[in-house]
């Protein structure tokens, strides 16, 4: 059970997020302020659009994967417009070639 969360909000992200969420400027910012809160041993929870996912390819890569930092992202999988269909449509395999398994599309 997720007891701390961070992201950059989007239309419903109210339902999916606790009480008190931390607001970032970027995807990876959240990230980055996450992993921090792991350390601290809180269980974080990153929230953000698909279009942001590609915000944190380098943090994933780099410091998640590298260190076995457990952070559930939580994505919006939106369709519209044109670049969020896109971006949705490869979150998925994208997490999956990376074996990045802490997340779920909403």
Known sequence: MND???????????NNIGDTPLIATREDEAVGIAVGAWFTGKKPLVFMQDSGLCNCLDIITSLLKPYDIKIDLLINNRTHPEHHALMGALCVPLL???KYESFRMC
Not at 4 to 10: E, L, Q, T
Request: aromatic share 22%; hydrophobic share 35%.
């Open 4 to 14: 701390f969360f961070v992201g950059v909000p989007y239309t419903g992200c109210e």
């Open 96 to 98: 999956k070639e990376l």
